[in-house]
């Protein structure tokens, strides 16, 4: 499974941007689908997953700003940027958990190669 990544880029702050995730490969299906972002030094944190059925989770400081979505015919989630912080300056890596392979019974988590997301003050 591989997962393709774009739409990353700089940006005022203030701005937006929308981020794009899809899944190629062969799966029989996808639980979660979501977005981590991560910073020189520090741990990767959750921004925002939207499972299978359409719920969501964010992180506080994405609380009201971004928005995630999901189509789940094309295998692709999406993360829409409003009001972007400098804070918010990142490389941001797409998530799949729980894949449902045709090969094994155990379910599989990946990660795409990420994308750099900048806001300048």
């Known amino acids: 499974v591989q997962l393709q990544a774009s739409g990353g880029g700089l940006v005022q702050a203030g701005g937006s941007l929308r981020l794009s995730c899809a899944a190629s490969g062969t799966f029989f299906s996808i639980n979660v689908m979501g977005w981590y972002r991560q910073t020189p030094g520090k741990q990767r944190e959750m921004v925002a997953r939207?499972?299978?059925?359409?719920?969501?989770y964010y992180a506080d400081s994405v609380k009201g700003r971004f928005t995630i979505s999901r189509d789940n015919a094309k295998n692709t989630v999406y993360l829409q940027m409003n009001s972007l912080k400098p804070e918010d300056t990142a490389v941001y890596y797409c998530y799949a958990g729980g894949v449902r392979l045709p090969t094994t019974p155990t379910l599989r988590d990946y990660w795409g190669q990420g994308t750099q997301v900048t806001v300048s003050s």
């Open positions: 939207i499972n299978s059925g359409g719920s969501t």
